[in-house]
């Protein structure tokens, strides 16, 4: 959450809450979830991905989700095993 808090306030004043709408969310939200070690929604951490251009990365903001599986970024090793479809008969 440092690191979007970091980005909010590189914003000018007058980008901020127009950021945030962008974001599905008020900057004030925002900060109340940045200073009380609070979650943002998977939802709002994509939008603010998007519209920060990748200066702040979901992972950074939701360390808890999954977000190698979605993205489909995990290292080979570390992919989880599906199990087999089971041969025709």
């Not at 990365?57 to 087999?84: K, S, Y």
Request: charged fraction near 25%.
């Amino acid at each position: 959450m440092e690191e979007l808090l970091k980005y909010l306030n590189s914003l000018p004043a007058e980008e901020r809450a127009p950021f945030a709408k962008r974001c599905n969310t008020t900057e004030g939200y925002i900060r109340k979830v940045c200073s009380t070690g609070g979650k943002l929604g998977e939802g709002i951490c994509i939008n603010v991905e998007r519209e920060s251009g990748r200066k702040v990365l979901c992972e950074q903001m939701r360390p808890d989700v999954d977000w190698h599986f979605i993205r489909n970024t995990a290292p080979v090793g570390q992919r989880p095993l599906f199990a087999q479809p089971a041969p025709a008969c």
